[in-house]
């Protein structure tokens, strides 16, 4: 039977500091249950391990050679464990990163101070992922809402409009429209949905992504094409300027998670939040359409 490796703690620690008071308070434990850790570990091994020397105590023979065979052992079992502790009381989640830079990020705060004691851990990633093998608890992804195997929650629908910062060119026939590689059709579905004349200039700014769009339009460089969701604070602080009515698309972001699922309570907190911030949210965004 293997030895308790609480005893062994207790032994390690007492030979690092020589003290029962010193040992016992970085375990947060009293001197006499750290002493009656060391008694449990001799009587399982049958010897004597620590004995008192004046104030201090020191390592027996015995003792030393367990502490010296053991070498980093506990810290070695002590880094494999110390994920999979924090791991009940941590929520993580995968998302797109435009999402989570003008949208989730902003809005955590509140999250993280309603439940200080739930550690968030976020990765954003494009890729599609796979929660039953990836050690995900959540996901917030963009579509049409069908994943076979995941339980899908809506959050907000999709609204496209464009936007640009006040003194740029606001001209939406002109040549200073910005295009996302990531979402190069959205122009042409807005435009065809406004039911406008014609089709979006072909010229104009290409940039990699919706959130460096985003920050072009904000930085005076044109107009953008981008989700309401994502410019409310925006729009309120006259930062940007709203060009044309929104349109809804069928695609939406949703909520994915497991049929079954992990860390429920962790799960089921955030997931009773974020959907009451994205009412919210989508409330802003209607505000900000009508001003």
């Known amino acids: 039977m293997l030895p308790s490796l609480r005893g062994l703690q207790a032994l390690s620690l007492l030979s690092q ?12 434990v009293s001197r006499s249950a750290l002493s009656h850790r060391v008694a ?57 990163a435009t999402l989570a830079s003008h949208w989730l990020l902003p809005r955590l705060p509140e999250f993280r101070a309603l439940h200080p004691d739930i550690e968030v851990a976020l990765t954003t990633t494009r890729r599609a992922i796979n929660l ?11 579509g049409l809402g069908n994943w076979p195997g995941l339980t899908a929650t809506l959050l907000f629908r999709e609204t496209l409009a464009p936007v640009a910062a006040p003194g740029a060119d606001q001209n939406l026939e002109g040549s200073s429209i910005i295009r996302a590689r990531s979402r190069f059709r959205d122009w042409s579905r807005w435009w065809t949905a406004s039911r406008r004349a014609g089709r979006p200039d072909d010229g104009g700014l290409v940039v990699e992504s919706r959130a460096q769009a985003l920050e072009a339009a904000l930085a005076g460089g044109g107009i953008a094409m981008i989700d309401m969701a994502y410019v409310d604070e925006h729009l ?5 300027q709203l060009l044309a009515p929104p349109i809804t698309l069928d695609e939406g972001y949703y909520l994915l998670s497991r049929s079954v699922r992990r860390n429920d309570r962790i799960l089921g907190a955030f997931e009773q939040w974020i959907v009451a911030v994205s009412a919210r949210s989508r ?9």
């Open 236 to 240: 309120s602080s006259r930062r940007l």
């Open 132 to 142: 039953e093998a990836e050690d995900f608890d959540c996901a917030i992804r963009h």
């Open 283 to 291: 409330a802003e965004a209607g505000a900000a359409t009508s001003q």
């Open 17 to 28: 500091t020589g003290s029962l008071t010193a040992a016992a308070d970085i375990l947060g």
């Open 40 to 96: 449990d570990l001799e009587r399982q091994l049958g010897v004597i391990l620590m004995q008192k020397q004046g104030r201090s105590v020191v390592l027996t023979d015995d003792g030393e050679a367990l502490i010296a065979v053991m070498g980093d052992a506990l810290d070695r079992i002590e880094a494999a464990v110390e994920p999979i502790r924090r791991r009940r009381s941590q929520l993580r989640i995968s998302t797109v």
